[in-house]
């Protein structure tokens, strides 16, 4: 059956193997499929939620963009462009936001880890974000959302203001509710410093991830570093979770061989952890370094860029501006 795909992320830098396994391998994957409309967004306006110097966030929105195109997404094929450049995902932002409940969005964790102790000082934005989330999948009939496991609860959302728009304006299925695609097993990559925190583009220690603008030399050097434990390599999976980093690994290694976490604990099982990290740093090699070659390539040519972020604006804006016209006629304007 052919899906309409929907995914964004944010122009933040420092896109990371989190970001790689969690979403964007799943982004080409759904790409290749000829049946499926994808569409792909770089969402500047969610980046400016939490402050941005004007010079990198322009930067980062192409290094977003040549990191789609240098994972694997084609252009040709599915639509990439900035949310900034489309007009309806702001307008359509204002309209949903007056359906959505302060009582959902209070209930949101990420809101509650991103702004930290002092909530009082984080920005409005930051509190509507997953509002302006659910306009930017809702203005193109998605019917799946490729995310990673920490955007879940952003989806339900989505799926709780669709239903509430179509029932406070009696329009039955008018908003179509999104599926959320979210991996199997691995949806969350977590810290090479700490397997208990996420993976983040904002972890002060570059040696918490690997970026996927790394070189071969940085990434060897990361997974050397990378925290273990004093024990030898696990034999069963019972007990793991009590060996965050060891479980961390051993499911970043077995996303990248595509194989599952029972099997690659067979293959190391009471083997030193140096021995296993060798072969990990291998296979990561393998699969970042033609990435992070082909970023810095794309990014040597700004005009290549700009151009497919233009192109893939115009069709989004003509799918996004007739929904929004409609969305306008049933509220009354
Ligand atoms: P962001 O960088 O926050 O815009 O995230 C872009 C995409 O990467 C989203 O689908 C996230 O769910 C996913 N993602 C971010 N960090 C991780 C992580 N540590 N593990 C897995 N997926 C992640
Ligand atoms: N909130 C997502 C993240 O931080 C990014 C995002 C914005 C998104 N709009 C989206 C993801 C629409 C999927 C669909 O990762």
Redesign the pocket.
Known sequence: MSKKI?????PTGNLHLGNYLG?IKNFVELNNKKENECIF?V?DL?AITVKQDPKELKKNIRETTATFIASGIDPKKSIIFN?SMVPAHSECAWILSCVSRIGWLNRMT?FKEKAGKDKEKASIGLYS??V??AA??LLYD?TH????D??KQ??ELCRDIAQKFNNDFDSPNFLKTPEPLIQKEFSRIMSLKDGLKKMSKSDPSDLSRINLTDNKEQIINKIKKAKTDPMPMPSDQKNLSERPEAENLLGIYSSLVNQNLEKSINDFSGKNFSEFKDKLSDILVNEIEPVSKEIERLLNDQKYLDDILLEGSIKADKIASKKIKNIKQLIGF
């Open positions: 929907f995914s964004g992320v944010q979403a967004c969402v969610h949310q990420q974000y997953p302006l989330m930017d999948i998605a959302v490729p995310v990673g920490d955007q952003h989806l």
